[in-house]
């Protein structure tokens, strides 16, 4: 699940029609993510200075720990106006800045945990963003995912690479990312795996090495 930013960091941003139809689309989609993904994602962030990446409208902020201080990013303002409402709402202290994960205006070791969900999927090239995690995080730091990735049955795999490309081209978004090895592509030590619906959706723990 994922939407593909529609401009470069910090300018206006302004959807298509076609771009519109694919948010409406993938909100709905979104709604269907069972609370308890969300919460067991969450309940692997201990606290810390915390990175929330591609936040969108902030559907995971009622699960932020309280004792965390998270800085959130996305590159879509207009998701972030969202966000901000709901983070008033919630009474949810939270930074929240316009920014795409390839390239984090942040200092390398600033992090300890870094948490996303259904982001990797549609960022254009996820190991550049998946790197500057890595950069951003401190050594030890944790990276929680949670994404739907290509399934590791032969035939449904295969389905899934074909069909690709027009689901891309209504959604913006890939199905047949290996997104467990693109982590461990960009530095990481994958610590665990968990899977849902026979593997579709994974919630993925990484650590970034102290080298
Ligand atoms: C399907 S939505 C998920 C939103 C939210 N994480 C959730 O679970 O409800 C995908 C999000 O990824 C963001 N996104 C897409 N490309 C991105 C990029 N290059 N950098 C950061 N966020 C990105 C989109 O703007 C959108 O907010």
């Avoid at 909100?27 to 067991?40: G, N, Q, T, Y």
């Avoid at 606290?47 to 936040?55: Q, W, Y």
């Avoid at 549609?122 to 290509?150: M, N, Q, Y």
Wanted: charged share 25%; net charge positive.
């Amino acid at each position: 699940m994922g939407m593909s930013p529609e401009t470069s960091q910090g300018q206006d941003w302004k959807p298509t029609r076609a771009a519109r139809h694919r948010y409406d689309l993938q909100d709905v989609i979104l709604e269907l993510v069972p609370e308890s993904w969300r919460r067991l994602l969450w309940s692997k962030v201990e606290g810390g200075r915390v990175l929330e990446v591609g936040v969108g409208t902030g559907m995971n902020m009622a699960y932020y720990p309280p004792e965390a201080a998270v800085v959130a990013v996305d590159p879509s303002p207009s998701f972030l106006t969202w966000a901000a409402n709901r983070a008033r709402k919630n009474g949810k202290p939270v930074e929240l800045g316009v920014m795409d994960v390839r390239r984090l205006a942040f200092a390398d070791d600033s992090f300890d945990y870094a948490a996303t969900s259904f982001v990797f999927c549609s960022v254009p090239d996820p190991i550049a963003g998946l790197t500057e995690v890595w950069r951003v995080l401190k050594p030890g730091g944790r990276f929680i995912l949670l994404e739907h990735v290509r399934l590791g049955n032969r035939l449904l795999g295969r389905l899934m690479d074909f069909l690709n490309p027009p689901w891309l081209r209504l959604s913006g978004d890939n199905i047949n990312r290996d997104t467990v090895a693109n982590v461990q592509r960009a530095g990481f030590q994958v610590v665990a795996v968990d899977g849902f619906l026979a593997g579709l959706v994974k919630l993925i723990e990484a650590r970034k090495g102290s080298q």
